[in-house]
């Protein structure tokens, strides 16, 4: 299958600050990607999809100004949590679909995020 | 109505059982079944996917779907040490939103030698 990197895979940070993260398809390129969420003991959500050259969507009740997504090639998107706060906390996990059947997704290794 | 039901477990088996993993869905939109394995702090691996009814075989797992019931299972046989994680079945309607799966909450799966 596909295979999804992401970059890094934990980050502690203060409240207010910025954090970034990466997700690279490796030897396929993804022109959509996908970044779910997953908080403790729950199931992954989508937050928001990633499209190459354009502008990122967004489920409903995601703020797009607090998540920032950029899709700068055809094999890198990136997730900015902008000034996050302890709410923000959770498993980042990013996506790419199968270069055959789209439907499938496959994922990367997942950012544990924690905001104190 | 949850759109994914899924037994949360936890379930413990001996090394060499059987397994079955259920999940059942209420959203007739759902047209591709999938399992994942999540190991701890992990991204979720694809096991299986499968979009049509009936058996699928991939060496000690098999997906079972039956679209009629909405319903589908996961059997593992000979279940192994490290098949112990949390398994998800997920679930996606296609065309547009292809990229957005539906997951069940989960199956936390023990085997002990």
């Known amino acids: 299958g596909a295979v999804v990197s992401q970059h890094p895979s934990r980050v502690i940070c203060k409240s207010g600050t910025s954090v970034k993260i990466e997700c690279r398809s490796l030897?396929?390129?993804?022109?959509?990607m996908f970044w779910y969420r997953q908080f403790p003991k729950q199931s992954l959500m989508l937050m928001a999809t990633?499209?190459?050259?354009?502008?990122?969507?967004?489920e409903q009740g995601v703020e797009k100004d607090k998540f920032l997504i950029n899709h700068a090639s055809l094999t890198l998107s990136t997730l900015t949590v902008t000034s996050a706060h302890p709410e923000d906390s959770s498993f980042y996990i990013c996506?790419?679909?199968?270069?055959?059947?789209?439907?499938?997704?496959?994922f990367g290794s997942g950012t544990q995020l924690s905001v104190l | 109505q949850k759109e994914v039901e899924q037994d949360p477990g936890p379930l413990s088996v001996p090394e060499g059982a059987i397994v079955s993993l259920n999940c059942t869905y209420s959203?007739?939109?759902?047209?591709?079944f999938m399992w994942y394995r999540q190991y701890s702090r992990k991204g979720p691996e694809l096991l299986m996917y499968?979009?049509?009814?009936g058996n699928k075989e991939d060496g000690r797992f098999t997906a079972q779907v039956d679209k009629s019931s909405k319903y589908i299972s996961l059997f593992i046989r000979d279940s192994q040490p490290s098949d112990s994680a949390t398994y998800l079945c997920?679930?996606?309607?296609?065309?547009?939103?292809?990229?957005?799966?539906?997951f069940g909450q989960g199956t936390i799966l023990t085997v002990h030698p």
């Open positions: 996506s790419a679909p199968g270069t055959v059947n789209n439907e499938k997704l496959f």
């Open positions: 030897d396929f390129q993804a022109t959509t």
């Open positions: 990633s499209n190459e050259g354009s502008k990122a969507t967004y």
């Open positions: 959203n007739s939109a759902f047209q591709y």
């Open positions: 499968t979009y049509s009814s």
């Open positions: 997920a679930f996606n309607a296609g065309g547009t939103s292809y990229g957005k799966l539906t």
